[in-house]
């Protein structure tokens, strides 16, 4: 008896000694290399936080790094820092923040961690008050030419026969407004080569104030389609869903956005994508190389793969892979001058159109 009451008392001497061990040091296993912290929604979103995630596996499983990804307990500065806490914490070496949401957050964490990596995608890092930019030494910031795949997505909107265009953005930040005036400019670039008299391609133009799918949405975009609109690019995150939904009723036709979005509904004729894997992957790839760009914003577009049409999925009935090629070699070699000006309350009338008429709806 005196045998077994010895052993229990070793055990349990020995036993806060062991778990103090266990809680005091990381295992390897715990930790990962590459982290992403997603933006609003999921890793599966079929958006953003999907695309720039399938590119950091894709570089990942290829090398056989660690990686995990953190989503935030809601959209903040302060859930946001804390995501990328925990991912510094968990062993981060690079962290992929996607959406412009992240840029205040990235602006603090920069500085707070200057030994881990940043790539924010969408975005530069500035204060929460706008007042400073600055993008540090460990942060490379990732923006893409929006305007040349808006470019594309209406160019082969109107040369396979669409005559009637909608373009339903969420709120009226730089990257969707350069996605809607890209948008009218690639119709009216159509438009001219097929000779159509003036006002034969009309665009119906409106921000929804948002990025979620709501029954007011679902609502216009009905209308729209009841009116005889025969497409409408559907450009704001969830909206891109009330457009879906409206379109599935009247039977017309939606181009998504960011990445392909054919797999959301039948209705998806095309996507004016973002090359979002794509960046991500270049860029964790550059790190891996040891020539990381920090302190630099990198700007993709069709020169760099940067943007572009799904034609594999699209669902055309006469814009073929030729035509495509054709047009994306002009926006790529610059033939097809880019627009630069955005008017200040996001409206597009800063597009020279002569053969478009686009009427903004309130």
């Known amino acids: 008896m005196k045998k077994v009451i010895l052993i229990l008392l070793t055990a349990l001497i020995l036993l806060p000694t062991a778990c103090s061990k266990g809680s005091g040091q990381r295992r390897a296993a715990d930790t990962f290399d590459l982290a992403l912290v997603t933006d609003l929604g999921t890793i599966d979103d079929k958006s953003f936080n999907q695309g720039s995630w399938d590119g950091l596996v894709q570089y990942a499983k290829e090398r056989s790094i660690s990686h995990k990804y953190y989503q935030p307990a809601e959209q903040s500065n302060n859930a946001y820092l804390t995501a990328i806490d925990l991912a510094v914490r968990g062993g981060a070496k690079i962290i992929v923040t996607p959406g412009y949401l992240f840029e205040a957050p990235i602006y603090i964490a920069q500085d707070r961690y200057p030994d881990v990596h940043f790539i924010l995608i969408d975005g530069v890092p500035h204060s929460e008050d706008y007042s400073t930019f600055r993008t540090g030494a460990n942060v490379v910031g990732v923006l893409y ?18 005559r009637r265009l909608g ?4 709120m009226a930040v730089p990257a969707v407004v350069r996605f809607g005036y890209g948008f009218i400019q690639g119709a009216e670039y159509a438009a001219v080569e097929l000779g159509l008299a003036a006002g034969a391609v009309t665009v119906n133009y ?10 007011e949405v679902q609502t216009m975009a009905a209308s729209w389609y009841n009116s005889g609109v025969d497409v409408i ?5 969830a909206v891109g869903n009330s457009v879906m939904a409206a379109a599935e009723q009247a039977g017309r036709k939606v181009i998504g956005v960011d990445v392909d979005q054919s797999g ?10 973002k090359g979002l894997a794509h960046s991500v992957y270049t860029c964790i790839k550059n790190y891996y190389s040891g020539i990381f760009p920090g302190g630099k914003t990198l700007v993709f577009d069709a020169a760099n793969d940067g943007v572009g049409l799904p034609m594999q999925t699209s669902k055309f009935q006469s814009f073929r892979m030729p035509d495509y090629i054709n047009i994306y070699n002009k926006l790529a070699n610059g033939d097809i001058p880019r627009m630069e000006e955005i008017a200040s309350d996001g409206s ?11 009427t903004e709806v309130r």
């Open 167 to 170: 373009f339903m953005g969420g």
């Open 145 to 162: 030419a929006e305007d040349q795949a808006g470019f594309l997505a209406g160019y082969a909107a109107v040369k396979d026969g669409n």
């Open 206 to 215: 409106h921000y929804t104030g948002g990025f979620a799918a709501t029954p």
């Open 348 to 358: 597009p009338r800063v597009v020279p159109v002569r053969v478009t008429r686009v």
């Open 233 to 237: 690019f559907g450009c704001g995150g």
């Open 264 to 273: 959301e509904s039948s209705t998806v004729i095309t996507s004016a994508m």
